[in-house]
């Protein structure tokens, strides 16, 4: 039984699928034991269990597993986002080849997905930013222009990938940047674009994963930083506490979503594609506009009940402020 999927699948609707199924086959349904049979004949005797029927469905829709029907979901939702918060990116004067920059990245990430389980390298340039974070996963348009920095850049486009330590300043006015200035937890990043603006660069990042700033080295033509990876602690998102605060983070973000973009549709669909509390963590705090300050903290938080709790306490607090614009 081949399927395929709609032209907007909800993963909702396929779980209920899943459900449907694996109650149809305790009941005996023959139509159901047949649609294991066909797609997973070494189940057909043994108790069906739930992920068993979520493979059935998977492969329904010709897909490997379960796994990679999900992550088919996120990457379709999070092209339908991202153009919604293109739209906002491109009422602001960005040319024509930053905003196709932008969007071809959008449109294909792969950072966090093709180089997150490389080993992290020892050293790496380092592009510090005055006001806010990259964190794995999400892709950021930055304007350079200190000459350090534009080094930093052309240093990192000696290599392939094209790589960068990102750490943001505690005090964006600083100018000549020390160990100090920076806060400890940042991202490594892919450099995706360059393009030539007046004064300096337009580049776009898409974050890898977190690092820690062991040391900082001023080569005489851009900074460059030993790097160890962030202390983070995983997300068991099995547990009764994780499952509560994820749905509460879950449930603010659509609200907040709705309240800042004129169509958040697509937006609340991509917070509602992503299972994983972690990554949605990371997604959510991307984007947040709140102080970068908060948002390091959460970059350093190394608890990840507790990085939740700090995301949503900040989610209240920007739903608040909406509301009163």
């Known amino acids: 039984m081949r399927r395929e999927l709609p032209p907007r699948p909800h993963l909702e609707h396929l779980k209920k699928?899943?459900?449907?199924?694996?109650?149809?086959?305790?009941?005996?349904?023959?139509?159901?034991?047949?649609?294991?049979?066909?797609?997973?004949?070494?189940?057909?005797?043994?108790?069906?269990?739930?992920?068993?029927a979520q493979s059935v469905i998977a492969r329904e829709y010709g897909f490997a597993s379960w796994r990679a029907l999900r992550a088919e979901l996120e990457q379709r939702s999070a092209q339908r986002a991202?153009?919604?918060?293109?739209?906002?990116?491109?009422?602001?004067?960005?040319?024509?080849?930053?905003?196709?920059?932008?969007?071809?990245?959008?449109?294909?990430?792969?950072?966090?997905?093709?180089?997150?389980g490389l080993p992290l390298p020892p050293r790496a340039p380092v592009l510090p930013l005055r006001d806010f974070i990259v964190p794995p996963g999400s892709i950021a348009p930055v304007h350079v222009a200190r000459p350090f920095s534009l080094r930093a850049v052309d240093a990192s486009g000696t290599e392939s990938p094209s790589i960068l330590?990102?750490?943001?300043?505690?005090?964006?006015?600083?100018?000549?940047?020390?160990?100090?200035?920076?806060?400890?937890?940042?991202?490594?990043?892919e450099l995706r674009s360059r393009i030539a603006q007046h004064g300096g660069l337009l580049v776009i990042l898409e974050g890898i994963r977190w690092i820690a700033l062991q040391e900082l080295e001023d080569t005489g033509e851009y900074l460059r930083a030993s790097i160890i990876a962030a202390r983070r602690e995983p997300v068991d998102d099995d547990t009764d506490a994780v499952n509560s605060i994820a749905t509460a983070i879950r449930t603010r973000a659509r609200t907040l979503a709705g309240l800042i973009f004129p169509a958040p549709g697509p937006v609340i669909e991509l917070i509602d594609s992503i299972e994983n509390p972690q990554q949605l963590g990371d997604l959510i705090i991307a984007n947040l506009q709140c102080p970068v300050a908060d948002k390091a903290r959460y970059a350093a938080e190394p608890d990840a009940l507790n990085r939740l709790v700090t995301l949503r306490d900040l989610l209240d607090l920007q739903i608040s402020a909406a509301t009163k614009r």
Do not use: M, W
């Open 82 to 116: 991202f153009s919604a918060i293109i739209a906002e990116y491109t009422q602001r004067p960005l040319p024509p080849e930053a905003s196709d920059a932008l969007k071809a990245s959008f449109v294909a990430p792969r950072s966090a997905a093709t180089l997150g």
């Open 17 to 52: 699928q899943a459900k449907e199924l694996l109650e149809s086959h305790s009941q005996g349904d023959p139509e159901a034991r047949e649609r294991v049979r066909t797609t997973l004949p070494a189940r057909l005797e043994a108790p069906l269990a739930l992920h068993d």
């Open 165 to 189: 330590a990102v750490f943001t300043q505690r005090d964006p006015r600083v100018e000549t940047v020390t160990a100090a200035d920076l806060h400890e937890v940042g991202s490594l990043v």
